[in-house]
Every structure is written in C-alpha cells, then in structure tokens.
C-alpha cells in the first residue's frame, strides 16, 4: 500500500510549510492548490469559487466562476459536486503513490489507505507571527482583524469537516502525530519529523 | 533554564515507558513513582494511599496507610497535604536539573519552568494489548473488564487534573506534542522523539 501522510492545520500554524517540506526531504509527491486546479479543470467552476466554498466556508450570490451557477441548481448541488470530485481526485492520488497532502479532509476521505494523519496547530501569537512576515510588505495588517480572520477560517475548516465526517475537526483521537508549532521554526523540526514519519510507516500492525 | 519534559498520558498508551526510554537516551533524570515515595516520606501517608487519592481517584475510607487517617481532619485535608507536597517536590526537582516528570499534573504546576508537554494517546485495541502484556502470566484479564477499568482511571486522571488545573486534561493546545501510539512499538519512536525534543528547547521564543 503506498505510504500517504495527510496533514490537516490549523490557519497560520505552517502546517502547508511542514507539508512541503516533508515532501522535499521524503522526495514524496506534493498535493495541497493541485486538488482545487483538478477539481476546477473537471467541473468548469473557477479555483477561487472552488477555495471559497470548499475550505473558506464562502457562499457568495454573485461570483465571478467559470460555469454558469444556475446550471448548478444552486449552491448546495456546486458543493455536493465539489465534494464528490474531490474524493474521486484523492481517490486517484492515492492510487498512483506515495505522498503528502495537505488539507481537503483526505484524512477522512482516504480512510481506507492506512494513511498517517498528522494535525498542525498553534498558539494565537505564533499564527499572527507567521501571518505577517507571509504578508506582502505594502499590506497592512491589523492585529485584531487578522486574529478574527484566522479564527473565522478555522470556523470554516471545520464546518467543512463536519461535511463529510463524523469525526470533530482537530480532535487528537483522529490524527497519529499534532504538532504545536508555537514559538517553533518549521525547518527546524523537519529532520526528526520524517524520521518519525518513516518509524510509523515501518510499524507492524 | 533547566530543559524539562513532561508526559501526561492515558492508561495503557505507553507514556511511562516513552518517559522511561527518553530519560535514558538523554541522559536525563526520570521522576514517576519517586515523586510518591517522597510525599510519603513528608506527610507520613502510604505510598498505595496517595496513588489512590492523587491519581487514581479512590477515596477509601478504610484504607491501610502509615498515618491514621482521622489527624487530616478528612479526605478533602489529606488530599490538600498531598496537592501541596506535590507542588512543592516538583518545584524541588524543576530546579535541580535536566529531567523528564510522568504524570502528577507536572505540566501545570511547572507551567513556569517553560516545560516541554507531551501527551501520549492510543486506541483502545492498543491499550488493551498493552496492558495484557504487562500483566503477569498468571493474571486472567478480561478484556471488557479491563477497558471498563482504562475508561475509568482516565476519568480520574482528568478530574485529579481538574484539581489543579483550569486546562481540560488531554486537550492538545495544553501540549507541545501528541502522539497516538496506535500500532507502535515505543521503542521504535524514541529517536526521533529525542531528536524532536532536542530541537524543541533549542527554539528561539
């Protein structure tokens, strides 16, 4: 069976940053925007209307995607063929190798491939920390907004989840490693992150 | 700063015997049963008497330990003697050096001793092969029997930890790292995990 590692976080707790990395240094497939490109190429809607809907919680009225939103018979049927490409998507990444994907509830969706699912998180501070210094230089940031905006975004993760799980989002009994990033650099905490990685792979079950 | 870890864990996850192991790759000293032994030696209480009342949650009223019972004034006196050695031998131990605590809510009372928390959590298949292992050959446990008795003593656990504690115990944002032992050998993650908890007090806050 391949080795598939999926990794759900926390907005701001650089959980797409472990994820790419541990890519890199596993030499492992990379999918995280990939999905959303996929999913847009099979459905004609657009990627950002796709990311709205599907991680952001956003159901715009008027938004400027791709196909036509009345041939969709509303909102809920956009989503619930959102849904069911995305699954047939990881579907198919699953199939074709090992590798790493963040995000999109692969971890509930790829159930049945023995992935190891490992939960980014972090302290409010650290979030905000990461979040500027990711922020384009002439972009001003506000504190409070900015903290509202991560929670809000978190709200939508989960609500998202709930779609297609009976699991709580972030609860620790559904993921094999959660990670605290607070106070921590990313690159730093790689090295022993694959090894545990390749440890948990290696065990007998 | 002395580099402090501490292992809050759920009954049958492996968490003492992670401590155990960490402690003896990093050359660290290892406190678990020693920290009841001294509050026995201070209060003049058995050792069986404050593992009931501090962590396992029984409240006997005839019970066999060294001091009698009724110069506490109670159980509520006896168990506030006991939470105020606790703290009192674990701040002892914070400031004497390196070291590696198991349990006794060492991750609260040391909250200012910027302490490494781990929490250690498994399945129930996991704990119950776990706990069969332990078992002495000629113990006949029965497996329901036995995950009645899991269930419970984790109960006690958390509401021990609610003593002390405004944090929910086993809730990940308390901790640094959570690992579902699921699976696992444990002697298969101790490298990684030194090598993690190495990085970890190297950060820069």
């Known amino acids: 069976m391949n080795r598939i590692v999926t990794i759900s976080r926390e907005f701001g707790s650089g959980g797409r940053e472990i994820g790419k990395r541990l890519a890199d240094t596993l030499n492992l497939a990379y999918y995280d925007k990939e999905i959303i490109t996929e999913i847009s190429k099979e459905t004609g809607l657009s990627e950002e209307y796709i990311d709205n809907i599907s991680e952001k919680g956003i159901y715009p009225i008027a938004f400027n995607f791709g196909r036509s939103f ?5 909102i809920q049927s956009a989503q619930t063929e959102i849904l069911v490409k995305q699954q047939e998507i990881l579907t198919k990444i699953a ?12 971890d509930v969706i790829l159930k049945d ?4 699912n490992i939960f980014v998180y972090s302290d409010m501070k ?3 920390k ?14 409070k907004e900015l903290e509202k905006q991560i929670i809000q975004i978190d709200k939508n993760r989960k609500k ?3 779609l297609i799980s009976n699991f709580e989002w972030g609860n620790k009994n559904n993921y094999n490693l959660c990670i605290n990033t607070s106070g921590l650099e990313i690159k730093d905490i790689i090295l022993p992150l694959t090894q545990y990685i390749e440890t948990w792979f290696r065990r007998k079950e």
């Open 160 to 162: 998202f989840y709930n």
């Open 113 to 116: 491939y023995n992935t190891m």
């Open 130 to 143: 990461r979040c500027k210094i990711k922020a384009k230089e002439d972009e001003k940031l506000d504190e």
């Open 95 to 106: 199939e074709k190798g090992n590798c790493i994907i963040v995000g999109r509830g692969a």
């Open 70 to 74: 009345a041939s969709f018979g509303g």
């Open 126 to 128: 650290s979030k905000i």
